[in-house]
């Protein structure tokens, strides 16, 4: 199984509990979500080619897409992208709602 079958099946996961959120109207806040990404994305890169350039971790290449960032394979980015939609979703799903009571003073 390549990289990228593994993230496509890995992402569909995360993109239906994404859909679950929004479609039960408690998806999370996207702004701070693509505020995460920014941040969490440049420390992928980061330390991914690190770990890579060090000789912690090697590919197969005949399992990787060949497009690269830097040295780090694109497909590495896809669990960061899963746990920034994943995390905040499953959180606003289990968040208890507010009863009736919570509104009342």
């Known amino acids: 199984m390549t990289y990228t079958l593994l993230n496509i099946v890995f992402l569909g996961i995360v993109a239906i ?15 701070a979500v693509g505020l995460a990404a920014v941040l969490l994305l440049t420390l992928t890169a980061i330390f991914d ?10 590919y197969d290449n005949s399992l990787i897409s060949g497009v690269f960032i ?3 394979p694109i497909e590495d980015f896809a669990y960061t992208v899963a746990a920034l939609v994943l995390l905040p979703a499953v959180w606003e799903l289990l968040r208890r709602a507010p009863s009736r009571q919570d509104g009342e003073s």
Do not use: H, M
């Open 49 to 58: 080619n690190v770990i890579i350039g060090t000789g912690l971790v090697a």
């Open 70 to 72: 830097g040295l780090a």
């Open 17 to 31: 509990v994404a859909i679950a959120a929004v479609v039960a109207r408690r998806a999370p806040r996207w702004r």
